[in-house]
């Protein structure tokens, strides 16, 4: 059996997807869809000359034009929301209208959380809805399911995530590998975490703390972001102790970004400066973007998953680790592979009848042993430890 595709946005996260879509996931038609026809052209060229056949095909979209877009989608057994996230709820109650599966790169919680809202809807649809899809939320949310697995009882689970430069450039020894606005979403909000079983807010860009990798890798700087376990905090609450995940970085970057935050250069409240109202966060884009931009310059990604609990009635601890690297035979950066192929895993699994109809998140949506299993078909070396607790 084969399947049509479409991906909804074909930049680089959308362009590793279809590829993903085209090798693995029995894709006979892929709808490499835009509004700008150009980039939709662009990516379906690469696609198809990548995997040596003609199965993606370009077309134009405005995503909010529902009449359009729901033409498209009536063409299509899955697709996945590559487009902004403010856009992804619109999109979901189209999805429902056309009868198609649908996954996202999300991007918002509270966003997701109105898409789980249509659950009754998308069962009658006969369809999945799963936001939040990519690398973190996303494969993220996966492992941690996958790491409480490996227990017989998790009771606090805790992750450490990053895409990071090979070779960092100061100032900020950073790689911009996504779109700088959801970047300065995870900076600028706070996170919700579990503590002590209850759902708490965090303020982001605190409790540092420095995790150490193997070479030439190093020790990194850990740190609170926003939105990286998405919904997980709601479904688990009442049954795990901690749940928490923090972003990491090169050494120095925290100073940096916490200066930032404190001067206020994140905030949406427009401020007056001369004659011209501006808002602070599109200031910092401007300024911050071109500093941390380097098309060609190679990256990695790390997830790495601790639950602590019990084994066979003594206390254990699993750990679950990914380190992903700038792939040289395609040139998809590890951040395209990590977001972009995940993804796709979910939305081959929605058309092979894996995943329950009905809309929620990754964590109750996706199975997560089908999941792993998928990333080291694709040459993700996952590595799993379950040893004694160590002493905390």
């Not at 991007?107 to 006969?126: P, S, V, W």
Request: glycine share 8%; proline share 6%.
């Amino acid at each position: 059996m084969t399947f049509t595709y479409t991906i909804l946005g074909a930049g680089r996260q959308g362009t590793a997807a279809a590829y993903d879509m085209a090798r693995w996931g029995q894709a006979s038609r892929i709808l490499m869809a835009d509004c700008n026809s150009q980039a939709a052209r662009q990516a379906a060229g690469r696609v198809n000359s990548l995997i040596g056949r003609a199965v993606a095909e370009p077309r134009r979209v405005d995503v909010t034009d529902q009449v359009a877009l729901e033409r498209l989608l009536a063409e299509t057994d899955a697709f996945l929301s590559a487009v902004p996230y403010y856009y992804n709820l619109p999109i979901t109650q189209a999805a429902i209208r056309a009868g198609a599966h649908m996954c996202d790169l999300g991007g918002n919680t509270d966003i997701a959380r109105q898409q789980h809202a249509l659950d009754e809807q998308a069962k009658a649809a006969g369809i999945s809805i799963i936001p939040n899809c990519g690398q973190v939320p996303g494969m993220g949310t996966s492992l941690m399911v996958y790491a409480m697995e490996l227990l017989d009882q998790a009771t606090d689970v805790l992750m450490w995530d990053c895409g990071l430069p090979q070779n960092p450039r100061p100032p900020f020894n950073y790689l911009l590998t996504f779109h700088i606005a959801g970047l300065t979403n995870e900076y600028a909000e706070p996170a919700v975490f579990l503590r002590d079983g209850k759902i708490v807010e965090v303020e982001p860009i605190s409790e540092l703390e420095v995790v150490e990798f193997p070479e030439p890798i190093g020790p990194l700087e850990a740190f609170v972001t926003a939105g990286g376990i998405d919904t997980m905090p709601w479904t688990y609450e009442g049954k795990l102790r901690t749940l928490q995940n923090k972003t990491l970085r090169y050494p120095g970057h925290y100073a940096q970004l916490r200066a930032f935050f404190d001067l206020g250069l994140w905030s949406l409240e427009p401020i007056r400066v001369g004659d011209v109202q501006v808002k602070p966060r599109d200031v910092f884009h401007a300024l911050f973007e071109p500093k941390v931009t380097f098309p060609g310059d190679k990256d990695l990604i790390i997830v790495r998953v601790k639950a602590i609990g019990k084994k066979d009635g003594q206390d254990a601890e699993a750990v679950v680790e990914v380190i992903h690297y700038y792939d040289e035979e395609t040139g998809f950066t590890a951040m395209e592979q990590g977001t972009g192929w995940s993804a796709a895993i979910v939305a081959e699994m929605m058309v092979r009848g894996q995943t329950p109809r009905g809309a929620g998140g990754v964590e109750r949506m996706v199975p997560a042993r089908p999941f792993v299993e998928a990333l080291r078909e694709r040459g993700f070396a996952v590595t799993e430890q379950v040893s004694p607790a160590a002493d905390r």
